[in-house]
């Protein structure tokens, strides 16, 4: 059974993407970013706040089961249930057409205060799609996102909330890692729509869970 969802102000993008401003991170990994490109974003915010069926995943740290600092919901075309809002699908379709690939998942994370983060990582992508093309659309309050050469080095930091995108693309989720660092002071909700493709089968059920190379410090830098 899906939730109908009326919204006040209708929520909208371009969806020839024409704001996105592209960054290179070496001569093979970039990110497009284009800052508030949903309009109305807080309303679609509290839509999925509401609607999905948040849980907790664990994931295996230092030789234990930990519980993920953070909420996590599942979305695959496969399940045949409808990605809800529909403007999410409209969002879906329209980045597939704009990067020639079919985002056949979206993975909905919410980080409800501070202290929920994801570690460093990259994303679980089957191998042999070269350059895989991931696409997130941030909601909420603004949260660090950080960007590193695989293994460590100097980080680039992005502040991703309120309908902003950010698209991965070439080798950054090979060659790079990222990762949303817990901040000491108080921070408010966000949630984060991962669009994917390519992942591998499991990773479109419970253990869809990042690997995560190092816990992510405490950050208040900018
Ligand atoms: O929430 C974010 O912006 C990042 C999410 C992420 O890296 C992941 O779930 O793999």
């Known amino acids: 059974m899906q939730a109908s969802f009326s919204f006040e102000n209708r929520p909208s993008f371009d969806p020839g993407c024409g704001e996105l401003t592209r960054t290179w991170l070496d001569d093979r990994s970039f990110v497009d970013f284009a800052p508030g490109?949903?309009?109305?974003?807080?309303?679609?915010?509290?839509?999925?706040?509401?609607?999905?069926?948040?849980?907790?995943?664990?994931?295996?740290m230092y030789e234990r089961r930990v519980l993920e600092p953070r909420l996590t919901a599942p979305w695959s075309l496969r399940s045949g249930v409808p990605l809800e809002p529909k403007i999410l699908d409209d969002v879906r379709l329209a980045l597939s057409a704009r990067y020639a690939v079919l985002f056949d998942s979206a993975g909905f994370n919410l980080y409800?205060?501070?202290?929920?983060?994801?570690?460093?990582?990259?994303d679980k992508i089957r191998k042999e799609i070269e350059n895989p093309v991931v696409a997130l659309l941030s909601l909420g309050e603004p949260r660090k996102f950080l960007l590193r050469p695989k293994g460590g080095g100097k980080s680039r930091a992005f502040h991703l909330g309120r309908g902003d995108l950010l698209v991965t693309g070439g080798q950054t989720q090979r060659a790079w890692e990222h990762c949303?660092?817990?901040?000491?002071?108080?921070?408010?909700?966000?949630?984060?729509?991962?669009?994917?493709?390519?992942?591998?089968?499991?990773?479109?059920?419970?253990?869809?869970?990042?690997?995560?190379?190092?816990?992510?410090?405490?950050?208040?830098?900018?």
């Open 112 to 122: 409800r205060d501070g202290r929920d983060s994801v570690a460093w990582h990259g």
């Open 37 to 60: 490109w949903l309009h109305e974003s807080d309303a679609v915010f509290r839509a999925v706040l509401e609607s999905r069926n948040w849980g907790q995943r664990t994931r295996h």
């Open 180 to 222: 949303v660092p817990k901040v000491a002071q108080a921070a408010g909700p966000r949630i984060s729509v991962a669009y994917r493709y390519g992942m591998s089968r499991a990773a479109y059920g419970e253990s869809d869970e990042p690997a995560p190379t190092a816990p992510p410090a405490a950050s208040n830098e900018d």
